[in-house]
């Protein structure tokens, strides 16, 4: 799977929208970019995730770029319960039989009220 | 809640018992998979089963034993553990294998 690069950590004032960004420079055709979370002491939470185009749903918006090399995550209206560690992650589709899911250490986002 | 439960929450236990963690999911998924996330860490995949049969073992100690009787329950088997074996041990199913993830709340354990 290719590797991601996320910032450690972010913080957000509260009711502003939150933009974490993630770097796949070596992502292949067949790879998708995911996105989890995981709030203190509980289990990853999935968001969203996409191959090419924009996605948005009603957690999150995905935006990746059309070299497909980086995308952001957008929570648009940031609230204190968004307070957690954001996991970008590319992973094939199951077709292809890999069924991993790599975590790196994420983003550390803090909302501040 | 995401349909997946995990039983005990917490557990403390001493290096010579054996104890069993369960993780049951509700969603009609083929796929389960066992996690370790030791403090400061990043997640790792143990086990990976597809349709009941173990597709994927993570040079995992063989202290660690996982069992799936059948798509909706997974355990893992534990015995003869070490401290740095203490770890949140989180469960997690798909549709299909390397579909979309959904993890349980996880079992802390503690190894005396």
């Known amino acids: 799977d290719a590797k991601t690069t996320q910032p450690p950590s972010m913080d957000c004032a509260e009711g502003r929208a939150a933009n974490l960004p993630c770097n796949h420079s070596t992502i292949s055709g067949n790879e998708y970019v995911y996105w989890y979370r995981q709030i203190h002491s509980q289990g990853p939470q999935y968001i969203i995730h996409g191959l090419k185009n924009n996605e948005t749903n009603e957690m999150a918006s995905l935006i990746i770029t059309e070299d497909r090399k980086s995308s952001t995550l957008i929570l648009p209206h940031a609230t204190l319960r968004d307070t957690a560690v954001y996991y970008c992650i590319v992973s094939r589709e199951s077709n292809f039989g890999n069924e991993k899911l790599t975590f790196g250490t994420g983003t550390r986002l803090t909302i501040i009220p | 809640e995401t349909g997946v439960t995990q039983t005990p929450r917490h557990l403390v236990m001493g290096m010579t018992n054996k104890k069993s963690l369960k993780c049951e999911q509700h969603?009609?998924?083929?796929?389960m998979y066992w996690y370790k996330q030791s403090a400061k860490k990043p997640l790792e995949l143990m086990f990976v089963?597809?349709?009941?049969?173990?597709?994927e073992n993570n040079s995992v100690p063989s202290r660690f034993s996982p069992e799936c009787p059948n798509s909706s329950h997974l355990f893992l088997h534990l015995h003869t553990l070490q401290p740095e074996d203490s770890a949140l041990y989180l469960c997690?199913?798909?549709?299909?294998?390397?579909?979309?993830?959904?993890f349980g709340p996880g079992t802390r354990l503690t190894v005396l």
């Open positions: 997690a199913s798909s549709q299909e294998k390397g579909d979309t993830q959904y």
């Open positions: 089963y597809n349709f009941k049969e173990q597709t």
């Open positions: 969603l009609g998924h083929n796929a």
